[in-house]
């Protein structure tokens, strides 16, 4: 294998710093794999029940952390939405009329999800005893580039208000990172990510699955000088990446934008 440290694409960088140079750089991680596996002073934990060494037997015993309640299909209260509450508000957020018309991240029927969160309490309920649950669904739709939000009272199951917006750009959703690293990838441009995947694990990188991504939303003009093939972003639904292996190194591809309505590839500078 090639030394990392001579490649043209990038260099390794100590610590978890990452370089701005090149089209791929790889970062050194400097924790061990084992991590938090010992107890600071290079032994690991006592087992389960084991008194552990030097400490006091007639201590009493390490706190247990609670059993958490089993859910329920309704919260109460300010409690968080629960999974039946969350399935509920995301169908009723979108009207069934819209429903084949709209597309996700990867093309498929109906909107990409992004938040679904308990919504404030109106000024009117302020005082009541037991206010009605509401929820705000938000989502993007690549048919149209429209960012989505909904006001859902999962009280009476109705829809209570509903907005849609253009050139609204959120925080990308996991989903959306992840499609966005499959493009990348497949990309010419993607070259780069590539190799560096294989000098760092002697094995081909075909998919996102090794790797770990988050993704941040580039806005073309509105942060500045962007390319002829950039020129969409803002209105096109475009993000940028950071990107690591799992349970190794990063490699850089914030100069990479990947485009998810055009599913194009662009890089800056």
């Given at each position: 294998?090639?030394n990392?440290?001579?490649r043209?694409?990038g ?30 002073t ?19 015993p ?5 059993r958490?309640?089993?859910q ?7 409690d ?38 308990l ?7 302020a ?6 649950r ?22 009476t ?7 849609v ?28 990510l590539?190799?560096d ?33 950039l ?18 190194p990063?490699?850089?591809?914030r ?13 800056l500078?």
């Amino acid at each position: 294998m090639r030394n990392l440290m001579h490649r043209h694409l990038g260099k390794v960088v100590a610590g978890t710093a990452i370089a701005l140079t090149g089209t791929a750089v790889m970062v050194a991680i400097t924790l061990p794999s084992d991590a938090g596996a010992t107890d600071g002073t290079g032994r690991r934990p006592a087992a389960a029940g084991a008194a552990a060494p030097g400490r006091d037997p007639g201590a009493p015993p390490p706190g247990v952390v609670e059993r958490a309640r089993t859910q329920g299909a309704h919260g109460v209260g300010r409690d968080p939405l629960t999974d039946d509450e969350l399935r509920r508000a995301q169908d009723l957020a979108l009207p069934r009329a819209r429903r084949g018309a709209a597309r996700d991240v990867t093309g498929r029927s109906g909107p990409e999800p992004l938040t679904t969160d308990l919504a404030e309490l109106a000024p009117s309920d302020a005082g009541a005893a037991d206010p009605p649950r509401r929820a705000l669904v938000a989502s993007y739709d690549y048919a149209d580039d429209s960012y989505l939000t909904t006001t859902v009272n999962l009280t009476t199951s109705t829809v209570e208000s509903r907005d849609v917006q253009h050139g609204v750009q959120p925080p990308p959703g996991h989903d959306e990172a992840v499609e966005a690293a499959r493009l990348l990838i497949a990309d010419p441009l993607g070259s780069g990510l590539r190799q560096d995947y294989r000098d760092a694990t002697g094995r081909d990188l075909t998919g996102p699955d090794p790797l770990a991504v988050t993704g941040f939303v580039y806005r073309g003009r509105a942060e500045g000088d962007a390319p002829g093939a950039l020129a969409a972003c803002g209105d096109h639904r475009c993000v940028r990446l950071f990107t690591k292996i799992k349970n190794g190194p990063w490699i850089d591809t914030r100069r990479f934008v990947i485009d998810l309505s055009a599913r194009t590839v662009a890089r800056l500078g």
